[in-house]
């Protein structure tokens, strides 16, 4: 499989494959690495209407910043478009009349290569979302998804409406530790394990997967949250990739060895993740299906899972005071 890429801002297509020589999956670098903070003499400020986040409904990685802005209650603070999840070789692109789809509202681009050709003329790199718009400087600020999360979770404190705090000081390294965890070996394995080119590869990633999962599930049996008794990013970070697994990964990119909803704790603590307000409205199956998982294939219609169904996880946990930002 080739990838598509800006090379000195020209678009090229199909220039090279995912995988490195051993035929492992080899996720390249996001590129516009910035950071808005509120601090004295920064070119990024935190500003309301400021800026504007870039994704696509599928993209799990896009999809942890989306939900974030959400829980952080910055959805009247950070503006959003939204890509269509089907690429062809042109890439991401608004398609506005595509129902759960949006124009380019900020610079008018039909393609979202155009938008950092527009920060940089002379980009080279692969074009991903999420991305972080500055109005103000009109450039990107940020590409990469766990940055953005973090900027979102700190930075915008005095504006938006009252959201849950979910980075909280004092939790950080604990929360970092967790992410980081869960990142390879989970968020990107499944990746790992579906663009592998070669058995040794593909052993290698479907195993920490599942190594992976399995801890948590052992974790999980014991309290409610990935860190403990309260929401945190880390649980923000875990939630894109446990919705799509049995719809799309379990089967499109071979990680098949067991369902989340087969598991005793991961499948209670999904349906609690997705019952919390502001994480149910950020999913669009029929997007994620939409996706590269299928494309120019039939799209599978099961497993028709009910994340609506009774958790009773808040039985591992007492009520937390300190999950709304103070005042």
């Given at each position: 499989?080739?990838?598509n890429m800006l090379v000195d801002g020209d678009w090229k297509t199909d220039?090279?494959?995912?995988?490195?020589?051993s035929g492992a999956f080899d996720r390249a670098e996001t590129s516009f690495r910035d950071w808005i903070q509120d601090a004295p003499d920064t070119k990024f400020q935190p500003a309301a209407g400021r800026y504007h986040l870039y994704i696509a409904r599928n993209?799990?990685?896009?999809?942890?910043?989306a939900l974030t802005r959400r829980l952080a209650g910055l959805t009247d603070v950070v503006s959003?478009?939204?890509?269509?999840p089907w690429r062809e070789d042109e890439g991401w692109e608004f398609t506005p009349e595509k129902d759960g789809c949006t124009p380019d509202t900020v610079n008018g681009c039909e393609y979202l290569?155009?938008?950092y050709v527009a920060a940089d003329p002379e980009y080279t790199g692969r074009v991903t979302v999420p991305v972080l718009w500055d109005r103000e400087h009109e450039t990107i600020v940020n590409n990469e998804s766990i940055e953005i999360m973090r900027m979102f979770a700190t930075e915008f404190d005095d504006y938006g409406d009252e959201g849950r705090e979910l980075y909280p000081e004092g939790y950080r390294d604990e929360i970092d530790r967790i992410i980081d965890s869960i990142y390879d070996s989970?968020?990107?394995?499944?990746?790992?394990?579906?663009?592998?080119?070669?058995?040794?590869?593909?052993?290698?990633?479907?195993?920490d997967v599942f190594d992976a999962l399995d801890h948590w599930d052992e974790v999980l049996g014991n309290q409610r949250y990935l860190a403990g008794d309260r929401l945190t990013l880390a649980d923000v970070r875990m939630f894109p990739t446990l919705i799509r697994f049995d719809e799309c990964y379990h089967t499109a990119f071979k990680c098949n060895r067991q369902y989340i909803h087969q598991y005793d704790n991961l499948w209670p603590y999904l349906r609690d993740?997705?019952?919390?307000?502001?994480?149910?409205e950020t999913v669009r199956m029929e997007h994620i299906k939409d996706d590269g998982y299928y494309q120019g294939e039939i799209t599978p219609i099961g497993p028709g899972l009910d994340y609506e169904q009774p958790h009773d996880r808040d039985q591992l946990s007492t009520p937390d005071e300190t999950t709304a930002r103070p005042s």
């Open positions: 499989m080739g990838r220039i090279g494959p995912y995988t490195d020589e993209c799990p990685w896009a999809h942890g910043a959003m478009d939204i890509v269509d290569r155009d938008v989970i968020n990107n394995g499944v990746y790992r394990a579906g663009f592998a080119e070669s058995q040794e590869a593909y052993d290698e990633a479907v195993t993740l997705y019952q919390t307000p502001g994480f149910a």
